[in-house]
């Protein structure tokens, strides 16, 4: 099993910035891929951010410019650099683990509030 803990949500006016950090604990397993999803009220989850394992990373449209995504594969822990945020970026954010299996791991969420 994988745990995934996401942290470094909150509150933050229109044009700031915030970072997210996600931490892995538990078995090692096989990856195709991991990245940021998120889910704002009343629509479906969406992939934000990835890395595959095939190297390469993909962004939302939505997002290119403004996220960045990296990781620390010493500290087992995935980032997603936020700026110039927009109300829109308002959602739960989730991490998420795909296993080579075709099964998925998920974190708890984060709630990033994008507000003046």
């Known amino acids: 099993q994988v745990q995934l803990v996401e942290s470094g949500g909150g509150l933050v006016q229109p044009g700031g910035s915030l970072r997210l950090s996600c931490a892995a604990s538990g078995s090692s397993i096989s990856i195709n891929a991991m990245g940021w999803y998120r889910q704002a009220p009343g629509k479906q989850r969406e992939l934000v951010a990835r890395?595959?394992?095939?190297?390469?990373?993909n962004y939302a449209d939505s997002v290119k410019g403004r996220f960045t995504i990296s990781r620390d594969n010493a500290k087992n822990t995935m980032y997603l650099q936020m700026n110039s945020l927009k109300s829109e970026d308002t959602a739960v954010y989730y991490c998420?683990?795909?296993?080579?299996?075709?099964?998925?791991?998920w974190g708890q969420g984060t709630q990033v509030t994008v507000s003046s």
């Open positions: 890395f595959t394992i095939g190297g390469t990373t």
């Open positions: 998420n683990h795909r296993a080579s299996w075709g099964g998925d791991y």
